[in-house]
Nanobody, 122 residues
């Protein structure tokens, strides 16, 4: 069974940091672009960040540029999202996903994790 398993979510105060991880199982996604999306209550799922298979290219939503950093470890088939200077507007369920196509539309992504909750208290 193919799975993407996120971890690292939680509750943090505004200004704090969290590091999300997403590990693949059931098959390898080492040659796939990997991305992070988020969805807050009552809002559509939105793009956060993506990284090419070799890590050479990264993309970020304007709202997280300078605060979030995406990285990957292909030996572990894992992608990370380091989130610093968190603000209440960052609160959402965060999903990792993979695509053999291009960043950054959700419809381009083939496999999705179950999501991890991030809560930011003010």
């Amino acid at each position: 069974q193919v799975q993407l398993i996120e971890s690292g979510g939680g509750v943090v105060q505004a200004g704090g940091s969290l590091r999300l991880s997403c590990a693949a199982s059931g098959r390898t996604f080492r040659t796939y672009t990997k991305g992070w999306f988020r969805q807050a209550p009552g809002k559509e799922r939105e793009f956060v960040s993506a990284i090419s298979w070799n890590g050479y290219r990264t993309d970020y939503a304007d709202s997280v540029k300078g605060r979030f950093t995406i990285s990957r470890d292909n030996a572990k088939d894992t992608v990370y999202l380091q989130m610093n200077s968190l603000i209440p507007e960052d609160a959402a369920i965060y999903y990792c996903a993979t695509t053999s196509s291009a960043c950054c539309q959700p419809s381009n992504y083939d496999y999705w994790g179950q999501g991890t909750q991030v809560t930011v208290s003010s």
